[in-house]
């Protein structure tokens, strides 16, 4: 299963009957990047707080976008098999995910976008068609770092995710972005984005009485 990376404690920590499920997805193309490594550092936070793990990497995944094909299925599955049809049942069983995506040319990566596009035959299901129940409620994170300064491209990424989020009944919880961080590993020298990442898993990783 290349590109879903179970983390080794999250056995232990189910041992302990965890309660939360906590999903995050890479949508970098840069393993170990600055979007990765703030991901990892959300986990943590995560199981810092009792919960359990898994981590997918959309980069090592085969998968298209939406081919809009003309007949589509109207159940909310969609029909092209491939690696997606992993991915649409974790984000479904999942308490919390968390979407970390560096920011290219002003919104989120490609990986990123075709992996929400793909949720179309869902949404079409669930808003058009009514033929699906809505999903159980989750709540969502948003991660991101781009090399400049501008605003409005965290806010068009955003609302990319807002979009996502809204058709799998998250919640827009938790967002962070970090901004001047462009090479490889950048992200290791800001503290304050790093410690920011793990607080952000630690709070949603906790469950709600």
Known sequence: MIGFVLYAWQAKICSRRCKIK??????????????????????????????????????????????????????????????????????????????????FFGSVSSQTKAMIDRFQCYWMGRYFHHSVEQPMRKKGAFLSAQGNEKDEFFLNAKGVIKNFFATVNAEYSEELFCKKVDAKGDIQKRQDCLDAAYGIGERLGIENP
Do not use: H, W
């Open 22 to 103: 906590v999903l995050g997805i890479n949508g970098s193309p840069r393993l170990r990047g600055n979007c990765d490594i703030l991901l990892d550092r959300a986990l943590e936070g995560a199981v810092s707080a009792g919960a359990a793990t898994e981590k997918i990497f959309l980069n090592k995944l085969t998968y298209r976008g939406c081919q809009e094909c003309p007949d589509a299925r109207t159940d909310g599955n969609c029909k092209i098999e491939d690696d997606m049809q992993r991915v649409f049942p974790k984000v479904f069983e999942a308490d919390v995910i968390i979407v970390a995506s560096p920011i």
